[in-house]
């Protein structure tokens, strides 16, 4: 299987950004869907945005205007803008891409949010 590899995550003061990235090794075609989740301590992942290879977005409710998904299909690469950054933000972010009969995950990236 192909794994996604994400990069970005790192300590920031509440109120400020960070950047994600997500880059899928390998050659991969006919990619429907690319997404960031994220999981924090004694909590069930959850969805935090996702795209899908015709630029439709959704996120959820605790990031919706702060955070930005986007996507580029040629590199095979999901981005995540993170703005106004809070502490209930701090959890392991994952990367997920998926096409028809597939679905590769990322290692995660660490994200924690100081008060």
């Known amino acids: 299987q192909v794994q996604p590899v994400e990069s970005g995550g790192g300590l920031v003061q509440a109120g400020g950004s960070l950047r994600l990235s997500c880059a899928a090794s390998?050659?991969?075609?006919?990619?429907?869907?690319m997404g960031w989740y994220r999981q924090a301590p004694g909590r069930q992942r959850e969805l935090v945005a996702a795209i899908t290879s015709g630029g439709s977005t959704n996120y959820a409710d605790s990031v919706k205007g702060r955070f930005t998904i986007s996507r580029d299909n040629a590199k095979n690469t999901v981005f995540l803008q993170m703005n106004s950054l809070k502490p209930e933000d701090t959890a392991v972010y994952y990367c997920r891409v998926a096409g028809n009969g597939w679905d590769y995950w990322g290692q995660g990236t660490q994200v924690t949010v100081s008060p």
């Open positions: 390998g050659s991969i075609f006919g990619i429907n869907v």
